[in-house]
């Protein structure tokens, strides 16, 4: 038939893409032609693919096809981000392995992927969840671990109650596990490190590269995080404590005005400090502290509340001793967990000191009001004052003075301090990648030898076996713990942890370029040859996790000597999100779209085209405001034209004799479209592509008709650029079109400059019906652009000024009357 059958296209097509697989990127090594590496972030496989997927795969999918067409040797791969916490509460539900729902979803979704039309390569594909790939993870662990990068510690941890594991902080998001929600507590434990902090400095410094291509609001987002503080460590002597404590502020000009002394409540510090005449006021308050969660502690609206530990320090520059305080608004694991206050130039020390009388000194002169008067700590510019030698300084000049003088005295330093915390790793959960360690009893950690790896999880493990239980469930698995030490083979343990999935995402774009390779975690070769991903396309709720944790391990691997960059994706785009009626999809607002119905209904090809065509693809879509139903009928008139040229007239048609509009139109279709795709403007390529459909339609019924060389122009490149959003649609309108094979593959066409030359004509302006002056303007301008330009004419406004315009009359593009009174 002639008409479009999205169903019976889709049928067709997938068969032969599979057979053909067109989207397979070369390996030869003298293969010239420019090389293109496009990821998308790679799915999770819960359930089926659903709105999310559908976007941002739609739009990874037009760039990967851009560089097709333009006839580039293009990666455009697919894998699975396959361990992780769904499939063992799934496997703990259905008393089953994990393992069988994940790859069960994987499949679903494979099918869905090739149905969706998406231009990958098959042969690549990967899942973390095999043993091929995450022996690789305990590869990079135990190179970690020889480099000082992996390591082990106490610490406070974020634990959450319902998944019963610890939680990276980039995993708590407002108090709250990223995942289910629950309420994060404080637990201590002894958990693996990835120390990131190392990097914190670079981490910073080479977002220089990624300036203006990646989204700022990322690279904002990832410098808070990071949040680098200059200021100084400055060491306090405490009445009765050998040791001095050190605290960490970025205001060391204010020194002199440090009044009180404030330790974290539940450091290890205050509960030190603490004399036994105030050890019961301290013990109720640490229990009131102890019941508040992280939101609460954090909120400034609460009043502030805290208990005098009865002992004093000594203010190094002035010998003043200062009372010690225990608060909660003094974070433990920030700095050194205690903080000098300076009331008057701090507001949280200020609140503070208000409730509980303390005294408030201002030692910088902002010319604003007294602070304990105003209650308004001066945190401006101005002059030291009540401070020795650094009164008359500005702020500027007394922070290097003090510090040199902290220095010479040897009670402090200029220092740097970072906000980000290294990488906790360890997770007491079963479906990830064990932790390659054997702890020996004899010979401490010992990492698993590389000819042992890998060390993969056992299979007799099912259902009520992989329950929480606040230790990982490996633990409970003699069989599997029990091992001899790889260095004296003795008897010794294995470590019953499991990796942070954020591993598995660190590199798994380095793994596509030698899927198979069983020798390495990826060939060095083919890194060099492809480079870094060009383009990675995904969301920006990775902004912090994995965004950060991937440009790391870059970095790390460069510094082995693995990779050459140091940064892995030179380009990001951003995708926005896909709502229904104003809100995020959800089952409890039952406002959730199906995307297979979705499908059904309408087509692979008019989805993808409603998600493309909807917005800017950083912005999200609602999916209550958009028309799939128009895409297809769009998509209807785009599939009738290739049709009708296609009976009319033969490929290789001379297109030199058409008719010249629509050649026109063509090829400023062709440069507009190109641009907008470069630009990831892809609702703005559609718009340029409906409007070479409308004009092929016109050239058909109202014009030189079908046989027209123009027209099979118009339609070829229909077929072109629709390739890249509506695939199915434009191989069967290249076909009918008389070609044989794939439209998907090098046939951008280049616009002839000769026809993007755009005639000019002149519009004359008026005031008040006298001609004032003439404009060179575009034959198809608009009226709201001839009123603007008009209204813009030096020589028309001199017989405007002073003048009110009472109406302006627009004839495009020939003339404009400014009626003035
Ligand atoms: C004295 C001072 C005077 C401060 C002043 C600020 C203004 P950022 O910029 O975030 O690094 N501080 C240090 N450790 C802390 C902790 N563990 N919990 C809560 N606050 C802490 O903040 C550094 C400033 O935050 C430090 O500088 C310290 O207060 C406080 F007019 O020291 B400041
Ligand atoms: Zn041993």
Redesign the pocket.
């Known amino acids: 038939g002639d008409a479009y059958d999205a169903r019976a296209l889709q049928d067709k097509w997938q068969a032969r893409w599979a057979e053909d697989n067109p989207f397979t990127a070369s390996e030869d090594p003298g293969d010239t032609r420019p090389r293109r590496y496009v990821v998308d972030m790679f799915a999770y496989p819960s359930g089926d693919l659903h709105m999310g997927h559908a976007e941002v795969y739609a739009i990874g999918d037009v760039i990967a096809r851009y560089h097709f067409q333009r006839g580039e040797n293009v990666l455009h791969p697919i894998g699975w981000d396959s361990f992780g916490l769904p499939a063992e509460n799934a496997a703990i539900r259905n008393g089953t392995h994990p393992a069988e729902w994940t790859y069960a979803n994987i499949e679903t979704q494979a099918e869905s992927f090739r149905r969706y039309g998406i231009s990958v390569d098959w042969t690549r594909r990967l899942h973390t969840s095999d043993p091929e790939y995450y022996r690789w993870n305990q590869w990079f662990f135990t190179k970690f671990f020889e480099r000082g990068l992996a390591y082990r510690k106490d610490g406070l941890v974020n634990w959450c109650p319902k998944d019963q594991t610890v939680l990276a902080n980039e995993q708590v998001v407002q108090g709250r596990c990223e995942r289910c929600g629950s309420e994060v507590v404080r637990r201590s434990l002894n958990q693996w490190y990835f120390r990131i902090t190392d990097y914190a400095q670079r981490l910073l410094d080479d977002m220089d590269q990624l300036e203006g291509k990646w989204p700022d609001e990322i690279l904002t987002m990832q410098r808070n995080w990071i ?1 680098r ?1 200059e ?1 100084a460590d400055v060491r306090f002597a405490i009445e009765g404590r050998d040791e001095p404590v050190t ?5 060391p000009d ?1 020194l002199y005005g ?1 009044t009180f002394f404030v330790v ?1 409540a539940d450091a290890p510090l205050a509960e030190e400090l603490c004399t036994e005449e105030q050890r019961e006021a301290f013990e109720a308050y640490r229990a009131q502290v102890a019941k508040l969660s992280d939101i609460e502690r954090q909120s400034t609206e609460r009043e502030k509340t805290g208990v005098f530990l009865g002992r004093y320090a000594v203010n190094p520059v002035n010998g003043e001793r200062i009372p010690v305080w225990a608060a909660d ?4 694991d ?9 009331p008057a ?2 507001q ?2 200020l609140d503070f000191a208000l409730k509980f009388g303390l005294q408030v000194r201002p030692v910088v002169d902002t010319g604003e009001d007294d602070p304990a008067r105003t209650g308004l ?1 001066t ?1 401006g510019e101005g002059t030291l004052m009540n401070s020795g030698p650094l009164d008359g300084l500005s702020k500027a000049e007394a922070i290097p003075r003090i510090i040199e003088i902290i220095e010479e005295r040897g009670t402090g330093a200029g220092t740097i ?1 970072y ?1 980000l915390r290294d990488w906790l790793l360890s997770r007491q959960r079963f479906w990830g990648t064990p932790i390659p360690i054997v702890h020996c009893p004899a010979c401490g950690e010992v990492p698993v030898p590389e000819d042992q790896l890998p060390v993969t999880l056992p299979d007799d493990m099912r259902g009520a076996d992989l329950a929480p239980k606040g230790i990982s469930p490996l633990a409970a698995n003699e069989a599997w713990v029990n091992v001899d030490c790889p260095s004296c083979g003795g008897p010794a343990k294995r470590d019953t942890d499991t990796m942070d999935t954020f591993v598995d995402s660190s590199w798994y774009f380095l793994r596509y370029l030698s899927p198979n390779l069983a020798t390495a975690p990826f060939s060095e070769d083919e890194v060099k040859r492809w480079g870094q991903v060009d383009q990675y396309i995904g969301g920006k709720e990775h902004a912090t996790l994995h965004l950060m944790y991937a440009r790391f391990f870059i970095k790390a691997l460069h510094d082995m000597g693995m990779v050459e960059f140091t940064e892995p994706f030179a380009r990001l785009l951003n995708q926005g999100q896909v709502i229904n009626r104003g809100k995020a999809m959800s089952k409890s607002l039952g406002n959730g779209v199906d995307l297979g119905a979705e499908i059904d209904t309408y087509g692979v090809d008019a989805v993808r085209l409603t998600m493309l065509f909807a917005g800017p693809p950083e912005d999200d879509i609602d999916w209550a405001d958009v028309s799939p139903g128009a895409s297809l009928k769009f998509l209807g008139r785009a599939f009738r034209v290739m049709v009708q040229a296609g009976e009319a007239s033969a490929p290789g048609t001379d297109p030199a004799t058409g008719d010249k509009e629509l050649r026109k139109a063509t090829h400023r279709a062709l440069a507009e479209i190109s641009a907008a795709i470069e630009d990831h403007r892809f609702n703005v390529a559609i718009a340029r592509m409906m409007e070479l459909v409308t004009a092929a339609r016109k050239a058909i019924e109202n014009g030189p008709g079908a046989a027209d060389p123009a027209v099979r122009e118009a339609a070829e490149a229909i077929a072109v650029t629709l390739s890249l959003v509506a695939p199915y649609a434009a191989e069967e309108g290249w076909e009918r079109l008389g070609h044989k094979g794939s439209v998907a593959i090098g046939n951008w066409r280049e616009p002839d400059p000769a026809l993007l030359v755009r005639e000019e004509v002149t519009a004359v302006v008026q005031v008040n019906s006298k001609v004032r002056d003439k404009l060179q303007v575009p034959p198809d301008i608009d009226e709201g652009e001839l009123e603007r330009l008009a209204l813009a004419s030096e020589k028309a406004q001199g017989f405007m000024e002073g003048k009110t315009v009472r109406r302006v009359v627009v004839r495009a593009p020939k003339l404009v009357n400014i009626v003035v009174g």
């Open positions: 949040g503080s200021g605290v960490f502020t970025t205001r204010t440090a974290a608004y003094v974070l433990a920030y700095g050194h967990g205690a903080i000098m206050a300076v130039h701090d949280r020390d700590a945190a301090n906000r």
